[in-house]
């Protein structure tokens, strides 16, 4: 039986918060969905945004209650903040009207886009509601092309790189680079994402070693040795042991980011990047992924072509290079467990 909308109390001396962010429920799961989520919560609490729920149904009564408790909490010209996308995407609508007849904006955050991920999703479908938004905070540059390919006309401000909230803790890097070059992947292992891992190539790669992190590993499907370590509290990032890299990598292909959860890595930020960054790794991430020219930029890690180039990786790089790229990592690491990006994204917005 679904619960009441209710409105949250608040006090008539208190200041104007800084925007309103629309709630909505989330899994108690720990994977990367879930945990970038919870943190975008958190943060913008930090950040001064108070908080509504989205109503669950369609009565008009509890749309019309959120609208006027958003209009009453903020000035003419604020704005109103929602995690796309979202289960009651297609009120989006209606979310927009509300907004307008008040004198707000309505803002997006996008974690993914489902038309680029999912094969049977409708792009006409999506950037329609995407239309909808007065802003939108995308993941990339490429991401932003896209969105602006279709029509999407609104100011878009990108993020860069998720946050990852964790307390500070200890590096997992090694302290310096020599063979074989130890690799965590850590992430979703279910099979229809992370194909890959199930190929035997994968365990036969020369001068490597593989560590496998995460949820939904199906062991009944390998061919080869490597096993999962394990799934880690998403909010105390630990591995077993220290590594040289943290894998960004996805589809079914040892040789390429294939399929369609490999070709998405073209225009989204995996939320991984920032778990290894976290943790003080430099990654690996694909050479035609959206984060390939971040990762160039601020050196904090390689690209490659195939994962048959990981071997070769201790012969093209030297150990104060590798060192360097650590602490890069590292450096970012602390930006993204405080929040940083997000709070630079959505200041960017603001003065779209």
Known sequence: MAHAWQLPERSSGAPAPAGIFLTTALPDESTA???????????????????????????????LRLGDTAQAMLPSGGHVLIEYPFAQRKRSFLLRLLCRRRG???????????????ADSSVKREVAILKTFDGLISHSPAMTRWLREQGVAAPIAELELFDYCAAPGPAWHEGGLDTPLKVACAGNLAPAKAGFVYDPRLAQLPGVELSLYGPYFEPERMRSPLNCLGVFDPDQPALQ????????????????CDGISGRY???????KVSLYLALGLPVVVWREAAAASFVQAHRIGLTVGSLRELGAIPARLSSPEYLEMAANAMALGREVRRGAFLHRALQALAGA
């Open 265 to 271: 890595m073209r225009y989204n930020i995996p939320h």
């Open 241 to 256: 042991a220290r590594c040289h890299f943290g894998l960004v990598w996805d589809g079914d292909d040892v040789d390429s």
């Open 104 to 118: 707000l904006k309505l803002y997006g955050l996008i974690h993914d886009l489902d038309s680029l991920r999912n």
């Open 33 to 63: 969905w879930s945990k970038a989520r919870r943190d975008v919560g958190g943060l913008l609490g930090r950040l001064g945004y108070a908080s509504l729920p989205l109503p669950s149904t369609w009565r008009w009564r509890e749309w």
